[in-house]
């Protein structure tokens, strides 16, 4: 079973950075071939996303955000895929997150990345760092499930 890290923007304050993780659970629900690693399938950004806020306030989202760099470093080990969204909803936060993660998988060129974007002459995609990390380029969300599902089942172990 092949492992696929959904790696992207995450702000409560934009539904969008929820919503195509949620396109890419759906397409492959149930499948026997993969299983996705969401970063926002836990309590602490579900609740952040109805309280439309960037972080449990308090010593929670301390405590929490010192965990997220050392936990997404985790996703991406356990990961052989990666779907990578380079749209920056929103504007108030870079997608340091996702450059960290990007670098992370150039450390692992056997894993596969796969990046979308609603314009893909935007400097977050044209940057060398991101063209040396990402192997191939789609439209959307779907277009990447779609090749995803094309070239990793049924490879046969050799």
């Known amino acids: 079973m092949e492992a696929i890290y959904l790696v992207g923007q995450i702000s409560p304050k934009y539904e969008e950075t929820y919503a195509w993780r949620k396109d890419v659970r759906d397409y492959f629900y149930g499948s026997e071939y993969f299983k996705i690693i969401d970063p ?3 309590s602490f950004n579900k609740n952040g996303l109805k309280e439309k806020k960037y972080a449990i306030e308090g010593t929670k989202r301390t405590f929490g955000l010192d965990l997220l760099v050392p936990k997404d470093l985790t996703f ?3 990961s052989s895929i990666a779907v990578v969204n380079m749209n920056q909803y929103d504007p108030d936060k870079p997608l340091i997150g ?3 993660e990007l670098a992370w998988y150039y450390m692992f060129p056997e894993k596969a990345v796969i990046a979308f974007s609603n314009n893909l002459n935007d400097y977050n995609c044209k940057h060398p760092f991101v063209s040396q990390a990402v ?3 789609c439209n959307n969300q779907i277009e990447a499930c779609e090749l995803v599902e094309e070239y990793f089942i049924n490879i046969e172990s050799v």
Request: charged fraction near 25%.
């Open 76 to 78: 991406v080990k356990k």
């Open 135 to 137: 192997d191939v380029w």
């Open 98 to 100: 996702s450059y960290f």
């Open 40 to 42: 926002c399938s836990n």
